[in-house]
């Protein structure tokens, strides 16, 4: 953070993928903590739903953003900054899956599942790693168990590979600049991600509480990845 240090009130938690599961959860555990929230995805109604559940406009922006589009992004990382002054934390968190099996799915939903998983991320960094500069904040992203192993057919699994390079490749570009990058790498939770409820998963509040361990370190402490099944997952 900078010399003339921010109150934790005054501190801005940015995530893509805000308007359900993983990313909704956060957005209430951030703002439990005090901090300030932005929050993204294409469900702009869902998003100001959230606004209002968080305590309205004072402490929480929604804002409508399709992670696969760069002018998107660029408004994302420009309304935060215009409305906060400030971006400390990055959670590049939007995404979804797709059935296994490479003759499974559609080749049309396996481009839209990369340019979202994989393009989607990396727009989010490129918007938002001068704020993080400047702030010497914090980026994570949303990998997998299934980017850390290969899963049968998946191309999912594919894109959450890149997503765990992505993430690696982001600190090793970020060392020196005081930004700090974590991997958050969630096996099956129980989320819409699933279209029926998977049973002795984690809860999206699980993942939320890991996140919230990696930014609460102090700041020459940097989580490079936080891999996390539920107790009863095999593989
Ligand atoms: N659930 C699991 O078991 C599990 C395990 C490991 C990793 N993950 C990862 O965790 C992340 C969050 O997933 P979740 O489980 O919380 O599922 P979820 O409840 O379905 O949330 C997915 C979020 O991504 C957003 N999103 C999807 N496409 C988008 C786009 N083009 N632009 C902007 N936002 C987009 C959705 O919002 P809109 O539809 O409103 O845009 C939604 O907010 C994903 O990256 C997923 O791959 C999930």
């Not at 020196?176 to 129980?190: F, Q």
């Amino acid at each position: 953070m900078n010399n003339d240090t921010p109150s934790r009130e005054e501190l801005v938690f940015l995530i893509t993928g805000a308007s359900s599961g993983i990313g909704a959860a956060t957005a209430r555990r951030a703002r439990a903590e005090g901090w300030r929230v932005v929050l993204a995805a294409r469900s702009l109604d869902r998003l100001q739903r959230l606004v209002e559940e968080l305590g309205g406009a004072e402490h929480a922006l929604a804002v409508r953003c399709d992670v696969c589009e760069w002018a998107d992004q660029q408004h994302l990382a420009g309304a935060a900054l215009e409305r906060f002054g400030r971006i400390d934390v990055v959670f590049a968190n939007a995404g979804f899956g797709g059935p296994r099996g490479f003759l499974a799915d559609t080749p049309e939903h396996w481009r839209e599942m990369v340019l979202t998983n994989v393009y989607g991320a990396a727009l989010t960094l490129r918007a938002t790693i001068p704020a993080l500069k400047h702030t010497r904040g914090h980026l994570l992203l949303t990998s997998s168990v299934a980017g850390r192993r290969a899963l049968p057919g998946s191309m999912y699994s594919c894109t959450k590979h890149a997503v765990t390079a992505m993430g690696e490749a982001a600190r090793q570009d970020l060392n020196g600049s005081g930004v700090r990058v974590t991997l958050i790498e969630p096996g099956m939770t129980d989320t819409p991600f699933f279209d029926e409820p998977p049973q002795d998963a984690l809860q999206d509040d699980d993942v939320a509480r890991a996140v919230m361990y990696a930014v609460s370190q102090p700041p020459h402490v940097d989580i490079n990845e936080i891999l996390i099944r539920p107790t009863a997952q095999a593989g």
